[in-house]
């Protein structure tokens, strides 16, 4: 029962974390620190998070490679928001 428990609450977070990183692009749209086109490219990259996560918690068990996956898909959605905000930036 415990175990179930803990998968459950890691899944749950990385929903927040997927609704997080959303949240975040989206403000940096709004703020034109994003072109269209980057957004869009961000935004689909958030569907894709957001099917693996659900295929993820469809048999109610995470496998560590799922669990694996997710954490790089979002690191990686991360980095390329960072990237796409800093590429309009004037030194």
């Known amino acids: 029962m ?8 890691h899944a749950q977070n990385f929903t927040s974390q997927q609704r997080t990183l959303q949240a975040t692009i989206k403000s940096a749209y709004k703020s034109k620190k994003l072109t269209a086109k980057e957004y869009a490219k961000l935004l689909e990259e958030q569907e894709i998070i ?3 996560i659900l295929k993820a918690q469809a048999d109610g068990v995470m496998t560590p490679d ?7 898909k979002l690191t990686r959605a991360r980095k390329r928001l960072a ?9």
């Open 83 to 91: 990237k796409y905000k800093t590429n309009r930036e004037i030194y």
């Open 50 to 52: 957001k099917t693996t």
């Open 66 to 72: 799922e669990k694996n996956r997710i954490h790089s």
């Open 2 to 9: 415990l175990f179930l428990r803990i998968e459950t609450v």
